[in-house]
């Protein structure tokens, strides 16, 4: 089945990076966006950005750019996030998630399906 | 401060009907498809309703989605104990480059 196992809790100190796997199985893996979102806890859903595993292509949301950078391995079909200059407030779960995109009635469809487990980043001194 | 807005909680008793509204705007909702994640406590979200009102096979016909120029809604029948979780609806905004906005999301308790 459509997978996406990500990469274990992590523990870093303010000011430093930290980088989640996302490895994906069960389809052909250059053929789907991969997506980041994260969630504080609590809270709600934040989109991150995107990366295409066919071309390397990335869009970070504005709140991100230049600390965050997308990239992949497709020798091993996994996905990898890694965020820089790391704050407490960068405290959260981190998820992955599938982008299927189709045209529908002249709409481009876009959703999220699946979404790995999350990873649980702690930033703190 | 969430883009799209949705009340903060719901509840209702076992088989009763609820309805969780979406709220956005021209760029987001009125020009985009709305979608539906469930995140049933301590788990990643799931897909639950994508183009404003269809549903992914598996997800029970008690689940419908709607929407009408700026907003949406979605819709459970015949509530159970299960459907307790969080609820956020989602869309892509062509203001900020295609990027993707959810809701604050609603906590629903069935009581």
């Known amino acids: 089945q459509v997978q996406l196992v990500q990469s274990g809790a992590e523990v870093k100190k303010p000011g430093a990076s930290v980088k989640v796997s996302c490895k994906a199985s069960?389809?052909?893996?250059?053929?789907?966006?991969i997506n980041w979102v994260r969630q504080a806890t609590g809270q709600g859903l934040e989109w991150m950005g995107w990366m295409n595993p066919n071309s390397g292509n990335t869009g970070y949301a504005q709140k991100f750019q230049g600390r965050v950078t997308m990239t992949r391995n497709t020798s091993i079909s996994t996905a990898y996030m890694e965020l820089s200059s790391l704050r407490s407030e960068d405290t959260a779960v981190y998820y992955c998630a599938r982008r299927r995109i189709t045209m529908v009635r002249g709409v481009i469809d876009r959703l999220f399906d699946p979404w790995g487990q999350g990873t649980l980043v702690t930033v703190s001194s | 401060q969430s883009v799209l807005t949705q009340p903060p909680s719901a509840s209702g008793t076992p088989g009763q009907r609820v309805t969780i509204s979406c709220s956005g705007s021209s760029s987001n909702i009125g020009s985009n498809y709305v979608y539906w994640y469930q995140q049933l406590p301590g788990t990643a979200p799931k897909l639950l309703i994508y183009?404003?009102?269809q549903r992914p096979s598996g997800v029970p016909d008690r689940f419908s989605g709607s929407k009408s120029g700026t907003s949406a809604s979605l819709a459970i029948s015949g509530l159970r104990s299960e459907d307790e979780a969080d609820y956020y609806c989602?869309?892509?905004?062509?203001?900020?480059?295609?990027?993707?906005?959810f809701g604050g999301g609603t906590q629903l308790t069935v009581l």
């Open positions: 183009r404003n009102n």
């Open positions: 989602a869309a892509w905004d062509d203001s900020l480059s295609g990027h993707a906005v």
């Open positions: 069960g389809y052909t893996f250059t053929s789907y966006d």
